[in-house]
DNA sequence: ACGCTCGGTAGCATTTCGCAACTTAGGCGT
DNA sequence: ACGCCTAAGTTGCGAAATGCTACCGAGCGT
């Protein structure tokens, strides 16, 4: 459709666009699924529609595929989320709000996101660059040239 | 495909997870457009196509059509985003950093959030309760019930 | 009356999706 | 050795979504 867009946003949605792929990851990143499987069942997807995203992922670069042999066990097949598979967490993060805001349900359930070493469950917010949290509503989006991301200012992650 | 699914992943993607839902609340949200020959000139979209996700987008409530009169001009159709169409600036936000992240373009344009007021730019970033803001790989995705987030200490934001 | 723009519809080709059945490959029991 | 089981697909076919192009109808300016 459009994966060389100008737009990120577009160029994004060229990867995971579709209806299949974020879900795909969404079990990969929460559930922990790895094989074909587990994809296969958690989504109650068909499987040549399975095997075709899977393939899509891998060669997009946002999972890896392993042929893993366990002693004794006869060799299985893993897909494993790469960096900028598990990096589209902010993506899954932000679907999830919505949905639990404007699309509740009693026995819903989301992903939540917990810091490894304190336990403390993180939610996703628009931050200024000095560290303070701003609601959406103040806020006005405007379009952008990219290059303008490089500021000195743009390192305080991680 | 799953609009009633447990998970509020594929709610919301059971709403806004086609090819064009996203890319239209995009241009509504950045560039403005509210009328029906600006979508389909700035998105490249087939007009039977735009009609049918505009009759979609207003009947999930995520836009509203508006007829629009000014004196002697003849009367015009508008469609505006409601509150719920305008807060998934949220999931453009986290697509559009994506994008920028993992399919760099060096003449590519992304939304910015810019604070009304200040005229900082804010971007999206997982934090703690306490506001510290947290990179996502030290994150681990676990699945929990939508119930569970009506806890005392999570109403800090806005 | 004529043409222009806006907001669509209608018809048809192409692409994607979904279901169900079949295949391939390794390992296991007997 | 032989058949059976499971995992990971592939294949064929019908249904649905998408895309392209052309056309339509109302309102307005001239």
Redesign the pocket.
């Known amino acids: 459709?459009s994966e060389d867009s100008t737009c990120s946003v577009a160029r994004s949605l060229g990867v995971v666009g579709?209806?299949?792929a974020l879900l795909i990851i969404r079990d990969a990143l929460i559930i922990g699924s790895t094989?074909?499987?587990?994809f296969r069942d958690g989504l109650?997807?068909?499987?040549?529609?399975?095997?075709?995203?899977?393939?899509l992922l891998v060669e997009e670069g946002l999972m890896e595929?392993r042929t893993y042999?366990e002693s004794?066990?006869?060799?299985?097949?893993?897909?494993v989320l790469t960096e900028a598979g598990r990096s589209l967490s902010l993506v899954i993060g932000a679907l999830a709000v919505w949905g639990r805001t404007h699309r509740p349900k009693s026995d819903g359930t989301s992903p939540r996101f917990t810091v490894d070493e304190s336990g403390l469950t993180a939610r996703l917010a628009f931050v200024t660059s000095d560290g303070q949290e701003v609601a959406p509503e103040r806020l006005s989006a405007v379009r952008t040239a990219d290059a303008i991301d490089h500021r000195p200012d743009d390192r305080r992650v991680g």
Chains 1, 2 share one sequence.
């Open positions: 459709m579709d209806r299949w094989r074909f499987q587990e109650g997807i068909a499987s040549n529609i399975l095997a075709k995203r899977l393939a595929r042999q004794g066990v006869r060799s299985h097949d893993e897909y």
